[in-house]
């Protein structure tokens, strides 16, 4: 079984940073491409960056040259780095990794999700 567990949400003032972290667990035997997605308010899940496992990195619009991932592949992870927040980032950020576990073969799996919040 695999499990996604992100850290590092908060509150943060309009102009401001966060980091989220995110860790796979479990019987992996490869991690392909991860990435962030999120759910603001009243909105559907959107993307928000993806890297793979050569890192080669891909953003949504809105968040180019203010966000930056990065993954550590030996230990499986994958951070977030948000500066310039703006109170339009307000979401749920989830973590997403297709990998290829024990006697499951390649899927797609989600952490729980954690609470962005910027204020104005």
Do not use: H
């Amino acid at each position: 079984q695999v499990q996604l567990v992100e850290s590092g949400g908060g509150l943060v003032q309009a102009g401001g940073s966060l980091r989220l972290s995110c860790a796979a667990s479990g019987s992996i035997v490869r991690v392909s491409t991860m990435g962030w997605f999120r759910q603001g308010p009243g909105k559907q899940r959107e993307l928000v960056a993806t890297i793979t496992s050569g890192s080669s990195t891909n953003y949504a619009d809105s968040v180019k040259g203010r966000f930056s991932i990065s993954r550590d592949n030996a230990r499986n992870t994958v951070d977030l780095q948000m500066n310039s927040l703006k109170p339009e980032d307000t979401a749920v950020y989830y973590c997403n990794a297709n990998i290829w576990a024990k006697g499951a073969g390649l899927m797609d799996y989600w952490g729980k999700g954690t609470l962005v919040t910027v204020s104005s």
